[in-house]
């Protein structure tokens, strides 16, 4: 049965509020350790625990359709389910007009669905975001939800203002090349900002032309990352 125990909850760490500028444009080694920006006095907010349902790669739903609450995993951004990221081993240029399609959000959403598979899970509200949905730190059978999405590198942090082993998994992530870091794709905030066609029936050839336009992607790097290719949709 779900717990509508509610509680207060001190601002912490994990309790900062996100930013919406690109990871690539922040001095994140320059931030982590000072003190973040002041937020607002602590505010009644639930804990949530019981069996979920894994909408995508940070929301989680306890429980059913309709009758539940959404939570979303606090400190963590990750691929929309329509968006795609691409293989960076594009070579034979002439027969493939564009790198192999890499479907990062649902990778995302199948790494958290593994985590928690059928065990109970908690959450312990944090903030709200803007759109009203309750921001948590979740932990299933004692694993830290959003540590995890960062370990295996298919979540990135949304503010540099969290706690040391976040930005160390992350880091980790990204010198392995794990999961997202090791493919092209678009930073989360400037995707939702151009994706016309935020459906499932999206194609991947509209995130590659949003990348041959990109301001900065999330990812490390690669020799040819800032060669513009040619459209193929004109």
């Known amino acids: ?27 994140w080694h320059a931030l982590r350790g000072q003190a973040a920006p002041p937020v ?33 995993l606090a400190g963590i951004d990750t691929c929309e389910l329509p968006q795609w990221a691409l293989n960076p081993k594009w070579t034979n240029r002439d027969k493939q007009q564009a790198p192999t399609p890499v479907p990062c959000g649902p990778f995302a959403k199948a790494w958290l669905k593994r985590t928690v598979g059928n ?28 540590a995890e999405m960062l370990r295996v590198g298919w979540a ?6 969290i706690n ?27 995707w939702r900002r151009k ?3 935020k459906t ?3 194609h991947p050839i ?6 041959a336009e990109r301001k900065s992607e999330i990812s490390p790097p690669f020799a040819d990352a800032r060669n513009k290719p040619k459209r193929t949709d004109r």
């Not at 899970?121 to 939800?145: F, S």
């Not at 990135?156 to 203002?161: G, N, Q």
Request: proline share 5%; with cysteine; glycine share 8%.
């Open 1 to 27: 049965m779900r717990s509508r125990l509610f509680l207060f909850v001190a601002a912490s760490s994990l309790a900062q509020p996100a930013f919406a500028a690109d990871p690539i444009d922040q001095n």
């Open 40 to 72: 607002a006095a602590a505010v009644r907010l639930p804990t949530f625990k019981g069996p979920v349902t894994v909408l995508d790669g940070r929301t989680l739903r306890f429980g059913t359709l309709g009758n539940g609450y959404k939570v979303r």
């Open 119 to 146: 065990r109970p899970t908690t959450c312990v509200g944090l903030a709200y975001a803007n759109d009203g949905i309750p921001v948590a730190q979740c932990t299933t059978n004692g694993v830290d939800l959003a």
């Open 156 to 161: 990135r942090l949304d503010s540099p203002y």
């Open 164 to 190: 040391a082993q976040y930005y160390a998994y992350q880091t980790n992530a990204m010198a392995a090349r794990y999961g997202m870091w090791g493919t092209y794709v678009l930073d989360m905030n400037e």
């Open 195 to 197: 994706a016309v066609d």
């Open 200 to 202: 499932l029936d999206r």
């Open 206 to 211: 509209a995130d590659f032309n949003l990348l």
